[in-house]
Nanobody, 123 residues
Framework: QVQLVESGGGLVQAGGSLRLSCAASGHTFSTTVIGWFRQAPGKEREFLAAITWSSGSTNYGDSVKGRFTTSVDNAKNTVYLQMDSLKPEDTAVYYC????????????????WGQGTQVTVSS
C-alpha cells in the first residue's frame, strides 16, 4: 500500500501563491507517477499535473499550464505543487494521487489518493 498526505492548502487572495506538498510513504517503489487533481463543488474532477519519480518529467493540464509547477524531492519522498497567480476559479479541494506506469489524465486510473486539502482563493 501507498499512503499520500497532502498539506499546504489554505486561504489566499487572488494573485497570490501557495505551495502544496504530497508526502508519500509505504510501498512507494510500486508507483512511478504522482499526479495532482482538484475538484470544486458541482464540477468534475480536473487533472492539473503529473510528475515521474525517477526522471522528474512533467505534464500539465491546460488550465494551469504556466501558473502551476510540480516538482519532486526523492530524498524526502515528497512531491510539490507550486501554484502562482491564483484565481478565484482555482478554489477547490486538491488531491495528490499515485500510480504505476505512465501518466494519465484519467483520475480513475490512479489507485492511490491522498485525503485532499482545501484551497480557497478570494477575489
Amino acid at each position: 500500500q501507498v499512503q499520500l498526505v497532502e498539506s499546504g492548502g489554505g486561504l489566499v487572495q487572488a494573485g497570490g501563491s501557495l505551495r502544496l506538498s504530497c508526502a508519500a510513504s509505504g510501498h512507494t517503489f510500486s508507483t512511478t507517477v504522482i499526479g495532482w487533481f482538484r475538484q470544486a463543488p458541482g464540477k468534475e474532477r480536473e487533472f492539473l499535473a503529473a510528475i515521474t519519480w525517477s526522471s522528474g518529467s512533467t505534464n500539465y493540464g491546460d488550465s494551469v499550464k504556466g501558473r502551476f509547477t510540480t516538482s519532486v524531492d526523492n530524498a524526502k519522498n515528497t512531491v510539490y505543487l507550486q501554484m502562482d497567480s491564483l484565481k478565484p476559479e482555482d478554489t477547490a479541494v486538491y488531491y495528490c494521487v499515485a500510480r504505476q506506469g505512465y501518466y494519465t489524465k484519467n483520475s480513475r486510473l490512479y489507485p492511490y489518493w491522498g485525503q485532499g486539502t482545501q484551497v480557497t482563493v478570494s477575489s
